[in-house]
């Protein structure tokens, strides 16, 4: 803190540097008691070379700075040559330039404030008055007035060239001029002895600031500058802002096509080429392909009815073979029309139908190229092999659905809508999981090899028998098929006499037993013997009341099954029946089966 600075006696008073006054103001006035104390003290200095005061003395004036007084230097010479004790000198060289706050203060003295330069013309601080001007009397501190050479004290050195000599007057200012101080420059007006070097000065809006506040205007004779960098930043971010804008909405616009298009390329998926269409024949399009041309639609009306139904093509002469159900609502003089898988179509007539096998025969005439569908052999089919089911449920044609025989020689009966028995059908059938729908009916079920093993003809509904929309039900993969061999023979018949034989065995069953295997009953129907009189059962040795339980070594449970398997032969086939009679035991008897006409 003292490097460079001089110091003073403990004893001596620090001087305060008073702040300038605005220009064109009042000077600054000292504190009077600093004002009494200084001039006491410079009374004090002078001893015995001034001698006491008068009384009547001028009004005290602070002393002039150091920068107009002597060098401290010649005013410590001027007392020792008077005989007066010298005032105490810092022990270290003075500060030959004298610069405020380093020159006459002490290091104890304060920080002064910021110091401009004085304005000319303006009377200096401390009551200093500017100089040329004469003032009267002893000035303040006893320091003679300028000119007047004090006793003991060497004269102040020469004025540098182009000054006057210290004590020359001044010339006087002309009268009548408005007394408006000059404006200082506008580097002193802003200088901070305090600020760090190469700072700029706080401003706000062209104005100085003090302690963070906005200053007054400050008038250099230039017009403030504006906050060009306040601008620039407001113009950067309004950029920025645009182009967030911008970007935002043109990503936005990008997303919604890349959402909405799948990408901004057009998408082209892999795909096989085409092949040549050729399937192995036993796959079940190779099936398909083979089958359907040889499979129709039939629409039947008469007699206020209507119905649909498959068939297909048994022989080139136009027979075709469905179920008796599909053509009985014609009757005698109903209408038969077929529509073939080309899409070509043609009246068909009613060759001959038999409600026991529900089978019927059509024919269609004036349709050439017409493809028979081969026929299989039921009797070497297995439970397990593969089927495919064609036909038009609830019309449409040429569907085409897939399975396997899920069982054989699965007894049903169906029909029986008259009431009289006359319509009932009793059928050993084939049973398949290949879905079967009302339309089917007729269609071949045919094998690995596209030929026929079956007839479709009938399906075992959930609960009632009736759909949920009070319609006709559809599959649960129940259906079941008349074997073919039973279906050729009897088609066979039609197309040759127009009429079905039935094969029997002359007795009439207790169809009200409950018990295990089919019952002979008492009597007949219309009050006969229930044992045909000749007849292949009386010839064999069965009796009214013997209870048939196997038919070629197979259990009959009722008399339903046995008319099944009795029909699934032809009249003149020889058959092994199982029967027990009373309390003995089983016995076994030979039977020729006989014929009846439908």
């Given at each position: 803190m003292d490097d460079g600075k001089p110091t003073q006696p403990t004893g001596s008073k620090a001087r305060w540097w008073s702040r300038p006054g605005a220009a064109g103001g009042a000077p600054s006035q000292p504190e009077p008691g600093e004002a009494a104390k200084d001039a006491a003290a410079a009374a004090a200095s002078a001893g015995d070379a001034t001698g006491p005061e008068p009384s009547t003395a001028a009004p005290v004036t602070p002393p002039t700075p150091a920068s107009e007084g002597p060098p401290a230097e010649a005013q410590a010479a001027a007392a020792a040559s008077a005989g007066t004790p010298a005032r105490p000198q810092p022990l270290h060289e003075p500060d030959e330039y004298r610069t405020p706050p380093y020159g006459e203060p002490g290091p104890w003295a304060p920080a002064p404030p910021v110091q401009r330069p004085a304005v000319p013309g303006a009377t200096p601080p401390h009551g200093t008055p500017a100089h040329g001007t004469h003032t009267h009397g002893t000035p303040a501190h006893g320091t003679p007035a300028h000119g007047t050479p004090t006793p003991g004290v060497p004269a102040a050195a020469p004025a540098p060239p182009g000054m006057p000599p210290q004590g020359t007057p001044l010339p006087p200012e002309p009268q009548g001029a408005p007394q408006s101080p000059s404006q200082p420059s506008p580097q002193w007006l802003q200088y901070d002895p305090w600020r760090a070097p190469g700072q700029q000065p706080l401003t706000q809006n062209g104005q100085l600031t003090q302690n963070g506040q906005p200053g007054h205007l400050v008038h250099s004779g230039h017009p403030p500058q504006p906050a060009r960098k306040g601008r620039r930043r407001g113009a950067l971010a309004l950029a920025a802002l645009l182009i967030a804008v911008v970007a935002?909405?043109?990503?936005?616009?990008?997303?919604?096509?890349?959402?909405?298009?799948?990408?901004?390329?057009r998408v082209e998926l892999p795909q096989a080429g085409r092949d040549n269409g050729v399937r192995p024949p036993?796959?079940?399009?190779?099936?398909?392909?083979?089958?359907?041309?040889?499979?129709?639609?039939?629409?039947?009306?008469?007699?206020?009815?209507?119905?649909?139904?498959?068939?297909?093509?048994?022989d080139r002469k136009g027979h075709i073979l469905t179920n008796n159900h599909v053509v009985d609502p014609a009757g005698e003089t109903g209408d038969i029309s077929?529509?073939?898988?080309?899409?070509?179509?043609?009246?068909?007539?009613?060759?001959?139908?038999?409600?026991?096998?529900?089978?019927?025969?059509?024919?269609?005439?004036?349709?050439?190229?017409?493809?028979?569908?081969?026929?299989?052999?039921?009797?070497?089919?297995?439970?397990?092999?593969?089927?495919?089911?064609?036909?038009?449920?609830?019309?449409?044609?040429?569907?085409?659905?897939?399975?396997?025989?899920?069982?054989?020689?699965?007894?049903?009966?169906a029909g029986g809508q008259k009431g009289d028995g006359s319509d009932i059908s009793y059928v050993d059938a084939l049973q398949t999981d290949a879905p079967i729908n009302p339309g089917n009916s007729g269609g071949p079920l045919v094998d690995s090899k596209a030929r026929v093993i079956g007839i479709n003809s009938a399906i075992r509904a959930a609960d009632d028998g009736v759909g949920s929309d009070g319609g006709q039900p559809g599959s649960i993969g129940l259906g079941f098929a008349?074997?073919?061999?039973?279906?050729?023979r009897v088609a066979e018949e039609l197309i040759n006499t127009g009429r079905a034989t039935h094969p029997v065995i002359g007795v009439s069953l207790d169809m009200k037993f409950t018990g295990d295997g089919a019952r002979v009953g008492d009597e007949g129907r219309d009050g006969g013997p229930s044992v045909t009189p000749g007849g292949p059962a009386a010839k064999a040795g069965i009796r009214p009341g013997d209870v048939i339980?196997?038919?070629d070594g197979q259990r009959v449970h009722s008399g339903e099954e046995l008319i099944v398997k009795i029909r699934a032969h032809r009249p003149g086939d020889e058959l092994e029946l199982t029967l027990r009679r009373g309390g003995s035991g089983a016995r076994t008897l030979t039977l020729t089966l006989g014929s009846s006409g439908s």
């Open positions: 935002g909405g043109v990503g936005g616009g990008i997303g919604a096509y890349i959402e909405r298009n799948g990408g901004l390329t036993d796959s079940v399009a190779g099936i398909a392909a083979s089958a359907l041309p040889s499979v129709v639609t039939l629409h039947v009306s008469g007699g206020g009815e209507a119905g649909t139904g498959t068939g297909f093509v048994l077929v529509t073939f898988s080309s899409g070509d179509t043609a009246r068909a007539t009613l060759v001959g139908k038999d409600s026991g096998y529900d089978l019927a025969v059509v024919k269609v005439t004036g349709v050439s190229n017409l493809t028979p569908l081969p026929l299989g052999n039921s009797d070497n089919v297995q439970v397990g092999d593969p089927v495919v089911a064609i036909g038009a449920p609830f019309d449409l044609q040429n569907t085409v659905t897939a399975g396997i025989i899920s069982a054989k020689e699965r007894p049903i009966t008349i074997p073919i061999n039973q279906g050729k339980t196997k038919v």
